[in-house]
């Protein structure tokens, strides 16, 4: 099966521009997660999707954050205006069921706000 | 509140020789707990779980680590290092089990010399 995708890879954006991030969870999958990790420090949670439901968006960091799942398919994480300190690698994970077995992470989009 | 703690930002060993990163946790309820990798300009790969069965927890590439409840631990070990070991390694609990966010450890990189 086709893992969890993120696209893009890389991202280099000047402070005060707007990115668009995004992810396709494997097929089936209802639950996505994004988390990010700033350098340096642990990853950390963002937001979970249950379908197109948000479940849990306790870990975003403020309303310059906006994330979508719209038809409970892929995710978009908007970030606008972008900030110097939300530079760092955003994961997109997915699972069946909640918890209990773990995650699928995709690779990654590194993201740098310069 | 639930954390995770790694010793060590940074191991390095010998090819052939013993693993072993540390990773030790705080929750109020029984954990499920998991290890992950990150090689270069991957995403995370999950290498084992804990989820209440086994204590002894078997996983991929020859690793495996063991839940002490009393000590609060689940240090991930393997018996002989390989070249193709060297990467990142994140220990994660999710503190509730039937909840959403892993709570991850700040990673240890593990160095492996020839």
């Known amino acids: 099966e086709a893992g969890v995708t993120q696209f893009p890879s890389h991202s280099v954006i000047e402070k005060g521009q707007t990115v668009t991030l995004r992810c396709d969870p494997i097929s089936g999958h209802d639950n996505l997660y994004w988390y990010r990790r700033v350098m340096g420090k642990e990853i950390k949670f963002l937001l979970h999707?249950?379908?197109?439901?948000?479940?849990?968006e306790s870990g975003m960091p403020n309303n310059r954050f906006l994330a979508e799942r719209t038809g409970g398919t892929y995710s978009t994480l908007k970030v606008q205006p972008a900030e110097l300190e939300d530079s760092g690698v955003y994961f997109c994970?997915?699972?069946?069921?909640?918890?209990?077995?773990?995650?699928?992470f995709g690779s990654g989009t590194r993201l740098t706000v310069v | 509140a639930q954390s995770v703690t790694q010793l060590g930002s940074h191991v390095s060993v010998s090819e052939g020789a013993l693993v072993l990163l540390r990773c030790n946790y705080s929750?109020?309820?029984?954990?499920?707990l998991f290890w992950y990798v990150q090689y270069p300009n991957q995403g995370l790969q999950l290498l084992l779980k804990y989820t209440s069965a086994a204590t002894l927890v078997k996983g991929i590439n020859g690793f495996e680590a063991e839940f002490k409840k009393s000590e609060t631990s689940f240090h991930l070990t393997k018996p002989s290092a390989h070249m193709s070991d060297a990467a990142e390694y994140f220990c994660a609990v999710n503190p509730n089990q039937a909840g959403t966010a892993l709570i991850f450890g700040k990673g240890t990189t593990l160095s492996v010399s020839s």
């Open positions: 929750s109020s309820v029984p954990p499920y």
């Open positions: 999707f249950v379908k197109e439901s948000k479940q849990d």
């Open positions: 994970a997915s699972s069946q069921k909640q918890g209990i077995h773990g995650y699928t």
